[in-house]
């Protein structure tokens, strides 16, 4: 079964703030929030999490699947109305976020999503995006007990990004993670997310085939529910970023090796034609990412 409708998802799962940019509040004695939304997604996030803890200063955890920008915008208000909360995630994120450059690319990205999600003015000042910090670097295989009997634990999960870690619940059998773990437009096809490594990403998804999933708590666009529908998800998603893979190595076969090229006619091949309702730089960025990943395996097989 797949869900978009938010509400509780599992004995101890709630699905917040809104099915294009899913977030998830584990309720325990130590509650948790798995990853921050855009800027735009603070005035949701806030009263869900409100309506359930009482209020976001009640939130022990915040846990990051991936440091890109729609997964860390609501961050920093977070944590400046909140400075205890204990942000989690794989320690290659805190090279990003000290990163200038990087840092200016998330607010602009972010920027750019409020032409998709209205930001009311009263928070405009409140979003604002200074400094990002990361307060719990997160092993591979490292476990969080959030109560004596409720604990979270993070496999590392490279292939999207090179900072992926994902995150199994117990006892519920809730896996969360970023979107390497598949994520499906508007209109319900799947979509490539191998922006880091396309081998990586294909064996996290492996390693996950044979794991108890009955809820894959999905980044983006839902939720899938039981163990027969979490393991066809899987399989179509490895499916999809195989067809994505082979149709770039056609793209530059076609175009001895010009990624620009490659980039623009897939652009108008996947983005205009299937109406993905993504900031195009965003999209034509992950695409560009994937042609380049696809170049320098062919460029190392040559050796
Ligand atoms: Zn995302």
Redesign the pocket.
Known sequence: MFLQKKGKISDHVHFINDPR?CNYLITAPKPALIDAGYTVSVPLLERDISSILGSVTNLFYLFLT?S?Y??VGGMAYLKRVHPRLQVAGHPRIQKIFSNPKALDLIRTLNAQSERFFPLPDAYREKVRIDQLKIDHPVEDGESFDLDNHISLQAIYSPGHTRDGIWYYLKPDQVLFG??GLG?YTHNGSLMAEFTSNFHSLMTSLRRIQNMEIEVLAL??SGVVIGKKSVQTHIRKTLEENQRYHDRIEQGLRKFEGDIQQVVQEMTHEEYEARDIRQPKEAFMLNLEAMVRVVKREKETLLY
Do not use: I, L, S
Request: hydrophobic share 20%.
């Open positions: 940019v991936h890109h729609d997964h970023c979107d994520v980044p983006h």
